[in-house]
């Protein structure tokens, strides 16, 4: 296409609608029919990224592969597309602001006042275009974080409107609301709706498309009363019924013309509806797959957003590996106590994964949780600090070190098996200095990792970390039986632990959830669902 098409996605009503579901779908079905495509994130927050937000603020934090901690959002994307996503999609409000305030003082704006309208908005706009500009997309998917009516969106919001004036038919709006049913009248109601548009409007934006989220059928009737009250079109009123899985989504948006409807407010011939073939495919499987495979992710937030990417890529495994996936969140400060009901769930699951976190809380009951897993042969996998606690365990029980600790847990250990690396410990600033993003891993022939890799012996993975396994205890470890079985050449930093005498007991420093995608399920995840089958 000659030029680059931008689709915004914003939100009303209230959060937690599937915005980030919606904007994948779009992206998959135009990448379906050919288009080079990119989705992005701008979250109206202050914070310059979500890397130092605690989970139960905002779910997962997300790694790109380039090293920007990101909106968990930025994983639906990659999910769905395949795409890669770069420290370009993801934006927030305090980055932007930064961005303008270092430009003042460094003089570029030298003699005038800097306002929110044109220096902030002229930011946005400049950061949103960015993508189109320089990588020639056909389509950019730009996701206003939050909802219609926030204080902070509001710069945003100016930005789109100023953007779908400029560009006319090249820009359109695709407004996610929601209709909530009224039990006791067992009626839909429309009105939060027509309400969230009219906020639209009064912001001077006209959307060009609904779609509203539903417990229930929306019949035609009410569509057409939405896009009679909200100056849409009836073909531009699709409905998002709650679906048992959100990859239903896509191909759901495409039967009822949401792409075509794109197209055509976009003035783009819109041609044939193409085939989501491997997509339908692996749908198609999930439906049919008859057994479960349990799995029990032992961690500390008990929240189903702090763990996302791994819950959706053993997911994606357990597709590919005919079973429906059950996965059971066990809280590690409850396993501190042997009586703990806690413990009969942890002895129930095919396989277990302990998983990534900072700081003290919980750790001790990760610690047992490895040791039960290494003592009864129970499949695991253990991811960056899960796999540090793994280390910490086997140094134990098995070498000895009754003391053996991470230096961020017990900065006194006589054993630090797992310690500050070097180049974090002159780091003062918290935010976006861990060792972030993809780095090299070379694995050991003929270990059980490398086998789940295919053969492949050098790989790349992406990390979140400031502590690594301290390589002076190196020896003692392979001798007593876990071999450091992948390591990164450049910093021989340990990438990845193995018991080979257990059935499936590895630990990565790097984070595999983030590279997972429908299509491609994450060869780790796989071998480790293969093991928990065979149990
Ligand atoms: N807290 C550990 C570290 O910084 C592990 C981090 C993580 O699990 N993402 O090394």
């Given amino acids: 296409m000659a030029s680059t098409k931008y689709i915004f996605v914003t939100g009303g009503v209230v959060s937690s609608l599937g915005k980030g579901i919606i904007s994948s779908s779009i992206g998959k079905l135009l990448q379906a029919r050919g288009y080079k495509i990119t989705i992005q994130k701008f979250d109206p927050y202050i914070n310059i990224d979500p890397g130092t937000l605690n989970p139960y603020e905002h779910g997962e934090c997300y790694v790109t592969a380039d090293g920007m901690e990101t909106d968990l959002d930025l994983g639906h994307y990659e999910r769905f597309t395949g795409i890669r996503t770069t420290r370009h999609n993801s934006m927030t409000t305090g980055r932007i602001y930064k961005a303008v305030i270092d430009k003042e003082r460094s003089g570029e704006y030298l003699g005038h006042t800097i306002q929110v309208v044109p220096h902030i908005t002229d930011e946005i706009k400049r950061r949103i275009k960015y993508l189109g500009d320089t990588e020639g997309y056909d389509f950019v998917i730009t996701e206003i974080g939050g909802t219609i009516g926030d204080i902070e ?10 953007m779908k004036w400029e560009m006319g038919r090249d820009a359109v709006c695709i407004h996610l609301t929601y209709v909530p049913y009224i039990k006791a009248a067992d009626e839909l109601k429309t009105k939060p709706t027509q309400h969230s548009v009219k906020e639209l409007l009064a912001n001077g934006i006209q959307p060009d498309i609904l779609i509203l989220r539903t417990e229930k059928h929306l019949d035609d009737h009410l569509r057409a009363k939405v896009a009679g009250f909200c100056n849409v079109d009836l073909e531009c009123v699709i409905q998002s019924e709650d679906l048992p899985s959100i990859y239903e989504v896509p191909v759901n948006m495409q039967k009822q013309g949401l792409d075509a409807a794109i197209m055509r407010k976009m003035d783009i011939p819109v041609g044939e509806t193409p085939q989501l073939g491997a997509w339908n495919r692996f749908l198609e499987m999930r439906r049919n797959a008859a057994e479960t495979v349990s799995i029990g992710l032992v961690g500390k937030y008990d929240l189903q957003d702090a763990y996302k990417s791994i819950s959706e890529s053993l997911s994606h495994a357990a597709t590919y590996n005919n079973r429906k996936v059950h996965i059971t969140f066990i809280n590690s400060e409850q396993l501190d106590d042997p009586e703990s009901p806690a413990w009969e769930t942890v002895r129930s699951q095919d396989g277990l994964v302990i998983c990534p976190g900072f700081g003290q809380r919980g750790i ?23 796999m540090q606690m793994m280390v910490i365990e086997f140094a134990r029980d098995v070498l000895g070190y009754s003391d053996a600790d991470s230096t961020e847990m017990n900065p006194r250990t006589a054993h630090n098996v797992i310690d500050l690396m070097e180049e974090q410990k002159n780091v003062t600033q918290m935010g976006g200095t861990m060792r ?24 790349r993975e992406r990390h979140r970390h400031r502590y690594e396994f301290n390589n002076s205890y190196r020896d003692a470890f392979e001798l007593s039986g876990m071999q450091c079985v992948g390591i990164n050449p450049d910093a021989d930093l340990v990438e990845m632990v193995e018991i080979p005498s257990l059935r499936w007991y590895i630990g990565t420093q790097f984070h595999p959830e983030y590279s997972s995608t429908v299509l491609h399920p994450h060869p780790l995840f796989m071998d480790f669902i293969k093991a928990a089958i065979s149990k």
């Fill in 153 to 162: 969106s509001a710069p945003f919001l100016e930005a789109i409107r100023q």
């Fill in 436 to 459: 972030l993003g993809e780095y090299r891993c070379v694995i050991r022939k003929g270990c059980r990792a490398m086998q789940a890799y295919g053969g492949k012996d050098d790989i």
């Fill in 364 to 386: 001790a009951g990760k610690i047992l949780a490895a040791k039960y897993a290494r003592e009864n042969d129970v499949p695991c996998f253990g991811i960056c600090l899960g």
